[in-house]
């Protein structure tokens, strides 16, 4: 059964920095589209950031261009890292991966993917 799994969230204080990571378990497929989502409580979710894994392309809202990097990670088959430094109390959303085994032209709309992990929470706060 494939499965996204996200790991990493954690409390921190403004102006920190936080890594998330994401993997997709049980599939061999490779060229993944892997997408950051995030929703906080009365909010919709938005999408933040997203790679296509076989060429390394990358997309980012404008919220967090410039202080949030996304990553393939090499050592798995299908897993990336979202670098998040400088965060914001704004930032403080349970952080959703997302997957679809191909590429979109909308890759930061959630429209997009088709298997989705559990979240894992991010809380900025002094």
């Known amino acids: 059964q494939v499965q996204v799994v996200e790991s990493g969230g954690e409390s921190v204080q403004p102006g920190g920095s936080l890594t998330l990571s994401c993997v997709i378990s049980?599939?061999?497929?490779?060229?993944?589209?892997l997408g950051w989502f995030r929703q906080a409580p009365g909010k919709e979710r938005e999408g933040v950031a997203a790679?296509?894994?076989?060429?390394?392309?990358?997309?980012y809202a404008d919220s967090v261009k410039g202080r949030f990097t996304v990553s393939r990670d090499y050592t798995k088959n299908a897993a990336v890292n979202l670098e998040m430094r400088n965060l914001k109390p704004e930032d403080t959303a349970m952080y959703y991966c997302?997957?679809?085994?191909?590429?979109?032209?909308?890759?930061?709309?959630?429209?997009?993917?088709?298997?989705w992990g559990q979240g894992t929470q991010v809380t900025v706060s002094s």
């Open positions: 049980g599939s061999t497929h490779s060229a993944y589209l």
């Open positions: 997302a997957a679809f085994p191909g590429s979109s032209s909308h890759p930061l709309r959630d429209s997009a993917y088709r298997l």
């Open positions: 790679i296509l894994l076989q060429f390394g392309t990358t997309y």
